[in-house]
Structure formats: C-alpha cells, structure tokens
C-alpha cells in the first residue's frame, strides 16, 4: 500500500514570492509516478506537475518546479513568482502501476497567496 | 478537445435511497477512475473502469458500483445511501492499455448531500 503526507495543513505567501509545500511519500513498488494537483474553491482538480519516479531530473513545468529526493522518499513544490490565482488546496499524489491506476492522495496544503 | 464533464453538479439524497452520478470522459482517453472526496480530505480512490470492466477496486463496499459504457463514459451508482457518503465524487479519465498510471484529468465533481 502506498501512503502520501503533506506535513503542512495550510502555508501563505506574498504575491511574486516563492513557496515550497512539503510531501513525503511511502510505497514498495519500484516503478511508479508522482503528481501534484492543485484544487481551487471551483473544486475541479486540475494537474499541476508530474514526475516519473526513474527519472533523476526534476521536473518543471513555467513557474512550477518539483525536488524529488528518491531516497528519502520526498517530493516537494516550488511555486515561483507567485501570483494570486495559485491560492487553492494542493494535493501531493502517487500512482503505480501496479495499482491500476489508483493515485493515493495527500490531506492536502491550503495554499493562500496575500496580494 | 473535450475535458472531463460530470452531472449533475449537486444532488440531495434521503438515507436509504439510490443514486447515479454520470462522467462524460476526456476525448481520446478510454478509461475512468472514481473518487470520494469528504469534505476537506484528500480524494479516495473507488474504482476505475477500462474496456467496459472493472479494472481496481478501493475500499469501498460492494452498494458502490460502476459501469462503463462503449464510448467510455461512466457511471456510478450508490445504494442504500447512508449520512457517511456525503461527499464530492470525482471522476477522472485517462489513455491507457490495462493498468497504467497515465496521467488522469479529473472533472468538475458531484456534490452529493444525503439527509
């Protein structure tokens, strides 16, 4: 069984600041994927960064940047130049395949950016 | 390109009735995951449908049921409601060939309050 903390129930930061939310994670299997999604009061979840545990760099996508510490089985967000409509609850997640697919949720970090 | 559609939005339900939420999935992706979000807790995985079949199952019990259907939209039906199944219920499409962990695209949700 796979298991996701985010040990950060709520952080805040200045808009055009940086923030990192923090996730650990827990599995057994060798092959698997990591994401985060971001949630705003809309509820849609929408797809913020994906990251494939073979591979050794980090992934990015614009303003979104993640530091995956295989051993210690950690994979944190940084959000850069932070911008009002980043404020949402995020959520750290992993899948395995040999899961079916199943992603298994964090409790989630709800983010508020302060103008 | 289509996203992910959910109906109804928001539903009210009596305890002991039956209810079915409906998912539209993204074109192009053949294969959809269930999801039971309480409030203010991360998503929790029912099950996932591929080729018309039940393809993972969470721990959930057997009153939650799917369907799939051949142009891969789905359903998910709840019997004997219960106060405990108040929640948001997410579905989520992807592409894939079996089980995968192909990034999923969620949907806007389905409220669902049981009295």
């Known amino acids: 069984a796979q298991t996701v903390t985010q040990s950060q129930p709520e952080m805040s930061v200045q808009e055009a600041e940086t923030v990192t939310l923090s996730c650990t994670y827990d599995?057994?299997?060798?092959?698997?994927?990591l994401f985060w999604y971001k949630q705003p009061p809309s509820r849609q979840m929408i797809l913020v960064i994906r990251?494939?545990?073979?591979?050794?760099q980090n992934a990015t996508e614009n303003r979104f940047s993640v530091n995956f510490q295989k051993a210690a089985k950690s994979f944190s967000l940084k959000i850069s130049d932070s911008q009002l409509g980043d404020a949402a609850m995020y959520f750290c997640?992993?899948?395995?395949?040999?899961?079916?697919?199943?992603?298994?949720f964090g409790q989630g970090t709800i983010l508020t950016v302060h103008p | 390109e289509t996203g992910v559609t959910q109906s109804p939005t928001h539903l009210i339900k009596t305890r002991g009735q039956q209810v079915t939420l409906r998912c539209s999935s993204q074109?192009?992706?053949?294969?959809v995951s269930w999801y039971q979000q309480a409030l203010g807790q991360g998503p929790q995985f029912i099950f996932q449908?591929?080729?018309?079949?039940e393809n993972g199952r969470g721990n959930f019990p057997p009153r939650f049921s799917g369907l799939q259907f051949p142009n891969y939209s789905s359903e998910l039906n709840v019997n004997a409601l219960e106060l405990d199944d108040s929640a948001l219920y997410l579905c989520?499409?992807?592409w894939g060939q079996g089980p995968s962990t192909d990034t999923q695209y969620f949907g806007p949700g389905t409220r669902l309050t049981v009295l």
């Open positions: 989520a499409s992807s």
């Open positions: 599995t057994s299997e060798s092959d698997y994927y």
């Open positions: 990251q494939e545990a073979y591979k050794q």
């Open positions: 997640a992993i899948g395995t395949r040999s899961g079916y697919g199943k992603l298994t």
């Open positions: 074109s192009g992706h053949n294969t």
């Open positions: 449908y591929y080729r018309e079949e």
